[in-house]
């Protein structure tokens, strides 16, 4: 019984230690530059515990979610420890973690420096967050404009303002829509071939795009799906006897991809001072998966959650084993990556894009 409170020393210097070697790596942003706040929108990449309070089965408040997370603290977030969201935040100089805006204990200082509004399952398709009962981007935008009338009562219409349009807005979604909607439940299927349910998405995806942008979001950093059919849920699914990636489902999110970038590159033309990017995160977590050992990884076709073919969300609990070390697997669970493979992308992915933004 005394045990956690024995190890929570070990635990604060182990932490430090972690901080001290990543405050090393933090990235420098141009002197004249100030990101005051992360803001973020989409599905499980990003969902910081937004799903807790929601009557979904899409959760991750429970071991061994957040095994690595301050404390060992499930809180909702879909991997071990932090999300893309929490690493970029801490990347920036400007938090720890990001939080959940639908956090009921959120101390309000912190809508000043980002909250996340993503809830995992989401997705562009108005029929995604509908499947599994989580928050829409209807939904996510209507909490946005509420979070903005509570910025405006704190600090004024003028500094509300400058936090919108100097922040860094994120927006990750897509691979929902296909692995889920398209292709595992089908409904989309009758109605639409790939080209045209990915002209849905990028629909949907820039219309959302313009909402923030009007109300006064600048510098928007829009990611691309992954390589849907190497997640291990899809290859247990459609990549045979072998577990192969699923060829078909990397087909539909490269099409998705190829509408979206010139749509952001439109949109980031035509939307005065603005700064959209497309993140493209389907070829860096390609690369490792075809070449682990190159970034210190052992297991890619499987989660570290279970058998690792299939669990996710509640299916992966603490009923279950995990594997003896996460650093060695790119997937926590069928869907999600791991701590290391989320670090070894996102330090990837803000190297590349991080001076587009300014
Ligand atoms: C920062 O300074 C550089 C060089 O002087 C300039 O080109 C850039 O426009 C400035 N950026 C901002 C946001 O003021
Ligand atoms: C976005 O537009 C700006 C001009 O407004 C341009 O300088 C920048 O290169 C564009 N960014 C991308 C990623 O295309």
């Not at 942003?29 to 992360?38: D, Q």
């Not at 420890?81 to 805006?101: Q, R």
């Not at 009007?214 to 291990?232: D, S």
């Not at 990636?245 to 590159?265: F, G, H, R, V, W």
């Amino acid at each position: 019984m005394h045990l956690p409170y024995m190890m929570q020393p070990l635990t604060f210097l182990l932490s430090l230690l972690l901080l001290a070697d990543r405050g090393g790596a933090r990235i420098t942003i141009p002197e004249n530059v100030t990101v005051p706040a992360v803001i973020a929108f989409g599905d499980s990449i990003v969902d910081q515990g937004a799903n807790n309070n929601l009557k979904t089965l899409v959760k991750a408040n429970f071991a061994p979610y957040g095994k690595d997370f301050i404390a060992g603290k499930p809180t909702g977030r879909f991997t071990n420890n932090k999300t893309p969201a929490d690493l970029i935040v801490e990347e920036l100089g400007i938090k720890e973690i990001l939080p959940a805006y639908f956090d009921p204990s959120l101390n309000d200082k912190e809508l000043l420096t980002g909250v996340s509004f993503a809830s995992g399952g989401s997705g562009y398709d108005p029929q995604t967050p509908k499947i599994v009962s989580v928050l829409s981007f209807a939904e996510q935008l209507q909490q946005f404009e509420e979070y903005i009338v509570k910025l405006k009562s704190m600090v004024g219409e003028e500094r509300t303002r400058y936090i919108l349009a100097n922040s860094l807005f994120l927006v990750v979604a897509g691979s929902d829509d296909l692995a889920n909607t398209y292709f595992t439940v089908g409904i989309r299927r009758l109605q639409y071939d790939i080209p045209s349910y990915a002209d849905l998405m990028v629909s949907s995806a820039s219309n959302f795009i313009q909402d923030i942008y009007k109300l006064g979001a600048r510098r928007i950093a829009v990611f691309g799906t992954p390589p849907i059919g190497c997640l291990p849920s899809q290859r247990t699914l459609g990549g045979g006897g072998l577990r192969v990636c699923a060829e078909e489902y990397n087909q539909a999110s490269q099409i998705y991809n190829s509408k979206l970038q010139p749509q952001i590159e439109h949109l980031n033309g035509t939307l005065a001072q603005s700064r959209i990017v497309y993140v493209d995160i389907y070829n860096p977590l390609l690369a490792i998966i075809e070449n682990p050992l190159q970034y210190g990884l052992e297991v890619v076709d499987r989660g570290c959650c279970g058998t690792g073919n299939i669990e996710v969300s509640i299916l992966c609990n603490s009923l279950l084993p995990t594997c003896p070390d996460d650093s060695k697997y790119l997937f926590w669970d069928s869907y999600h990556p791991t701590d290391k493979g989320y670090n070894i992308l996102i330090n990837q992915v803000i190297g590349r894009y991080i001076n587009d933004f300014f």
